[in-house]
């Protein structure tokens, strides 16, 4: 059984900085892919960014680009996202992911976290 957990959201002024973590269970963390994705209140659940096993290669949803980092420890099973330059339209519930094989791309994750919820202040 994989248990994703995210934590570290909060309420941050816009402009701030957050970094949220996610700590995922299992012997096999290194070898999967890690996600962290985003629903917003009234709407549908998007993608944020993505890391393949080793850190080599990220993926991020153009909104994002350039603002936030995300990025792996797998001493420590765990994956981070940093946001930084935070605005309004990032608030919303990160949830933190995992899956097998090799694509970034795809949006299908086979293990998913409760959620963490970020807000920024206007």
């Known amino acids: 059984q994989v248990q994703v957990v995210e934590s570290g959201g909060g309420l941050v002024q816009a402009g701030g900085s957050l970094r949220l973590s996610c700590v995922c269970s299992?012997?096999?963390?290194?070898?999967?892919?890690m996600g962290w994705f985003r629903q917003a209140p009234g709407k549908e659940r998007e993608f944020v960014a993505a890391?393949?096993?080793?850190?080599?290669?990220?993926y991020y949803t153009d909104s994002v680009l350039g603002r936030f980092t995300i990025s792996r420890d797998n001493a420590k099973n765990t994956v981070y996202l940093q946001m930084n330059s935070l605005k309004p339209e990032d608030t919303a519930v990160y949830y933190c992911a995992a899956k097998g094989g090799i694509n970034l791309i795809t949006p299908e994750y086979d293990y998913w976290g409760q959620g963490t919820q970020v807000t920024v202040s206007s």
């Open positions: 890391i393949d096993w080793n850190g080599g290669r990220t």
């Open positions: 299992g012997r096999t963390f290194s070898s999967y892919i």
